[in-house]
């Protein structure tokens, strides 16, 4: 009875601990791929520069995040492990948004 109990705590102390750990990454994910894909879009369609080159002066911490050109769409996306995805559309008028 008393190992029932310690596992029953250890469940109520895991469970949210571990359901909090993966909305934060998530949340935190999200924001870099939305950061990645507005900077690399900027970059390459507002600077012209090629995507390596923009690649190369990123900030530490964002290797992570992939980035994808769409040239004929004008649009970049970044991507955190192919699931949290971003995307910012170039325009004449507004340059680099990202689409909600």
């Known amino acids: 009875m008393n190992m029932r109990m310690v596992g029953l705590g250890?469940?109520?102390?895991?469970?949210?601990?571990?359901?909090?750990?993966?909305?934060?990454?998530?949340?935190?994910?999200?924001?870099?791929?939305?950061?990645?894909?507005?900077?690399?879009?900027?970059c390459v369609f507002v600077e012209q520069r090629d995507l390596a080159a923009c690649r190369a002066d990123d900030p530490p911490g964002f290797e992570g995040v992939s980035v994808e050109i769409d040239r004929s769409r004008q649009v970049a996306t970044g991507s955190v492990m192919g699931v949290l995805r971003r995307t910012a559309v170039y325009t004449s008028q507004y340059g680099c948004t990202l689409e909600p």
């Not at 909305?23 to 870099?32: E, I, K, N």
């Open 10 to 42: 250890t469940a109520v102390v895991l469970v949210p601990a571990l359901g909090y750990a993966a909305w934060s990454f998530a949340d935190s994910a999200a924001v870099g791929a939305a950061a990645m894909a507005k900077v690399a879009c900027s």
